[in-house]
């Protein structure tokens, strides 16, 4: 059975920064392609950033490259999400999750989610 669990949300002020983890088990971590993803309320969950199973190859939503960086610990089965510059619009859930294939910026070809962790960013 696949886990996602994200940990690492909270409040922090317009321009500081959070790290965000998702500890994942019961899959080929090392071979799976994981997203984060965010939803606000009111607004449909949009695409984050995702890194490739074999080759760790890193992908962005525009508007959060350059502020957020995606990486991976093979060994502690952990993703990450590095969240910089932080904006009041970036408040939302973010949620982890593991794709089966298909396009990685579509919800709809992740499988597994986690929880999700709220970040606000006030102010």
Known sequence: QVQLVESGGGLVQTGGSLRLSCAA?????????????????????????????????????????GRFTISRDIAKKTVYLQMNSLKAEDTAVYYCAASFGGNLYFPASYDSWGQGTQVTVSS
Do not use: D
């Open 25 to 65: 088990s019961g899959l080929s971590f090392s071979s799976k392609t994981l997203g984060w993803f965010r939803q606000a309320p009111g607004k449909a969950r949009e695409f984050v950033a995702a890194i490739t199973g074999s080759l760790g190859i890193t992908y962005y939503a525009n508007s959060m490259r």
